[in-house]
Each structure stands twice: as structure tokens, then as C-alpha cells.
């Protein structure tokens, strides 16, 4: 197999040992806002309500935002089991994209009838996102920076042929003009999409979204584990906590991401595979001149392993993805975080790419676990006549497609019918995964022919095509 631009130009072991050697185990966007986030409650006590959410994640902050907004004297109730934020929306990369989708060949290749529809509906919730984070004066360095893809083998640039030149919403640039913007060696064309990204402070927003929610009268409880969901017609929707309290609501938006679901029925419908990221000390002004990035673009490249990056507030360089790592018997433990060959791996690409930043330390290493679906994108399931309603799967692209999910649910517990709640996309329901041992051979079996792939100019094997003809392929 062909060695990769990585193998081949991999930077010397005494670069990335310096590099690492002062790192801490630590999520720097939930560290930043430790000290100022504000605390909410234990559950005490039984409580009635008429609406109550579980997960103090983006999506269900956001739906309890919308619900309370719609219905302000109506009691709605937020339940988290850790704290808000904690998970995957406090430790994500902070890009906050239109697409709903995973991007735009995951819809052409799963609703090609709604592909149009899909990227508009997308634009018009990332609009809606920065309009929130406007009106309401919400303190998460949002900014729209839009989305700069490369390309670091020469058959990545087969992915930007048929884009017209016309075509204000992706800007096709070449290696010269790529590198005006990002200057990397590695860098051989690209495409830059000005409306497709913007970053944000992940920790900071979930702390602004759940100060505004608490504001308008959601009650936010933390530390409130729920671990029982039952219901009969005619009767409220009962939450039991692990402490024997109960919640009696008389709907309920389940939004537990990567965790197992209340509803048996989507056991299997998602996989938790963790994704590992460095994250650089401030760079001086020196060295960002070194590698331009002035539009502070959102970066990703077109492996099917692919690397994300992005500039912090104070000009860090976060760096991660390329390594995304399922564990047999499809676990979460807090000991898998720490993956020094990933981590070592991910400074040895960050050096190839930036050789010029040499003698740079990164400060801070994590993980975080994504909850991946075999759409690889959200999916929304229901209970109890619709007056449950589940989303999850977002596939590590969850920050603005959160968003949009919660209009989703707000819109089936009303009972109505809207755009976005006929969509195909949103009707479907995805193949669940096998059980074990099943589901780690056939992931981690995946995750090899998508290496080889990537190491033989992009051809896909037997397994890969086999996926794509069923619907279950993935391309990044």
C-alpha cells in the first residue's frame, strides 16, 4: 500500500516527545468555564410537570428552550445525570455547521429527492443559531468563519470536480491559493465554503444555553441519573431517578446522546467510538504569520480518516479527529480517554502539516465519546402515541444539528405537521447495529478498509462498496 503524505514526511520522535511531554489530561473548553458555570440543583423530591427533558446536552437544552419559550406557563423541567454540558457538548471541536447531514454526499447518498431541501433547511438553522446567539447576548465566541476542506493526497481532489466556478457558496482553490489562506506543504487544493461553519466555545455554550433556559423559568436539575421510563395511555409519562424520586410529565423529550436510551426499542442504534484531540499553548504572533489562517476558517481534510482544526479565542490550535477508536463490548469508560498512540499519532500529523511550528507544546489532550448511528447523522424515534420523543446519533456533527433536532421534537410533541417533520430524513428510522460480538468486528473491520482506503488512492474494498449499495456506507 501506498504510505500517506503523514508516513512519509513524519517528523522527528524528539519533536513530538517535547511537544507532548507537558500535556494534561483535560477537556481546556470544560476546564475554561469551570469556575464561572453556574450549579444547578439535585432533584429533591417528586415533582409533576408538562414537559420534562432528559439530557443537559445541547439538544436537550435546546428543547426545553423552545418549550418553555412556546409555552411559558407551562412547567418544564431539565433532568442531567452529571453535569450540563459535560459530555459530548462541552469537549466537541466547536464547529457549528449548516449541514444536517454529515455533509452533503450523506444526503445525496440517503434522500437524494430532499438534497436541495436538506442544505436550505441547514443554512436557515445555522442563521437561526447566530440569530439566538445575537439576540440574546449569549458570551460563546461564535464566529462565522465558514469551512475550509483539503486535500493532502492528489486523489482528494477528485472530490471538487463538478463544483461550478460560479458557485459563491464553494470556492474551489487550488494549492497557491489554498495556502494564502492555511500554509501547509501538505496542502494540494481545496475548497472553501464561506457559509457552511462557524466556531464556537462548545463548554461555553452549553453554560449560556442553560443560564438562558434557567432565566426564563426551566428548572435545571444536575446530578439527577434517570434510570426507568414507563407510561400508560391516559396517564403522565413516569421518570424514575437512580434515587427512587419520581417525575411525572406529561410528555417527555428524551436527548441522552451516546448514552444507553429509556427506550428499549433503540438499544442498538447507536455505538459510542471516541475521538481523540490536542490542543496547542497560545500561539505568539510570530508563529501564526508562520501559517496565515487569518480568516480563522474552520479546517478539515478529505481522508475518509480525516484531521479537524480550528483557532481558540487566544490563538490556540485545536487538532484532532483521524483516530476514531470503537472498544469491544461497545463500553464507556473514562480510562479510554486517555490513548497515548492516538494522541501521538494526532502530534505527529499536526507536524507533518505545520512542520514550520516545530518546538510548539501542546497543553492539553481528551477524548470525547460520539454517538455514532449507521446514517451517521441524527435519526428521531417515538413512544407512548408520540408523547415520548428520542433523538440521537449525530456522528460527532451534533453542534448545530442539535438545533434543528429540537425544532424536530418541540414540533411532534405539539402534534404538528411541518416541513421538517416530513422529511424522509426525519421519518426514517436507520438499521440498528448487531450485538456484540458482532457489532466490534464488523465496526473495527470497517475502520481497516477505510485505513486501506486511504492508503490506495481512495478505492474502496469489497466490504466498503457492500456498505455503500445497503445504505450503510460512509464517506467522509
Known sequence: MEPTVFEKNRPADAIIDASLAETRLSCFWIEDVAERAARYPRLGGDLNADYAVVGGGYAGLWTAIKLKTEHPERRVVLLEAKRVGWAASGRNGGFCEASITHGEPNAEARWPDEVDALARLGHENLDAIERFVTEHELDVDFERTGQLSVANEPYQLDEFEGIDAADEDHVVLDADAVRARIDSPTFLGGVFSPRENANVHPAKLAAELARHAAEIGVELHEETRITRLAGRPDEAIELETAEGILVRADKVALCTNVFPSLLKRYAFHTVPVYDYVLLTEPLSDERLASIGWSGREGLADGANQFHYSRLTKDNRILWGGYDAVYFPGGRIKREYEDRPESHRKLASHFFTTFPQLAGVKFTHRWAG????????????????????????????????????????????????????????MVRDVPLPFPPEPLASIGINLTRWSLDQADHNNGRRNVLLKTLDAVGLGFDS
Do not use: K, M, N
Open 369 to 424: 465519546v460520539i454517538d455514532t448511528s449507521t446514517r451517521f447523522c441524527a435519526f428521531w424515534g417515538q413512544a407512548h402515541g408520540g408523547r415520548v420523543q428520542y433523538v440521537a446519533g449525530f456522528t460527532g456533527l451534533g453542534v448545530g444539528a442539535t438545533h434543528f433536532a429540537a425544532d424536530v421534537i418541540v414540533d411532534r410533541l405539539e402534534g404538528r405537521t411541518t416541513e421538517r417533520t416530513e422529511l424522509e
